[in-house]
């Protein structure tokens, strides 16, 4: 599957984003979805995950509250409803797709581009 991310950009901190990522090649429906951030100078970490029959969610503790991530499997697209956005969130934000619900970046077999988000103080 091939992953597009995009919704990226510059905000104020307090501010939303929402970011989508549109799959095509295949179907995501049977996947779990994740979405996973890399700051400047830091290692790649999980930031949301979804089930693939959307009944389970999973968030890093500082995004959990704030950060909400949805799937349209008819769109075969997932969303990651940013809110109350810091400073410290700004990254480069990927979407990725798998066989495995987990918080784990290795069992994610597909990636997308990703999409820098800057959050100004």
């Known amino acids: 599957v091939q992953l597009q991310a995009s919704g990226g950009g510059l905000v104020q901190a307090g501010g939303s984003l929402r970011l989508s990522c549109v799959a095509s090649?295949?179907?995501?429906?049977?996947?779990?979805m994740g979405w996973f951030r890399q700051a400047p100078g830091k290692e790649r970490e999980f930031v949301a995950a979804?089930?693939?029959?959307?009944?389970?969610?999973l968030y890093a503790e500082s995004v959990k509250g704030r950060f909400t991530i949805t799937r349209d499997n008819a769109k075969n697209t997932v969303y990651l409803q940013m809110n109350s956005l810091k400073p410290e969130d700004t990254a480069v934000y990927y979407c990725?797709?798998?066989?495995?619900?987990?918080?784990?970046?290795?069992?994610?077999?597909?990636w997308g581009q990703g999409t820098l988000v800057t959050v100004s103080s």
């Open positions: 990725a797709a798998g066989m495995r619900f987990t918080t784990v970046q290795t069992y994610y077999g597909s």
């Open positions: 090649g295949r179907t995501i429906s049977g996947l779990s």
């Open positions: 979804i089930s693939w029959n959307v009944g389970s969610t």
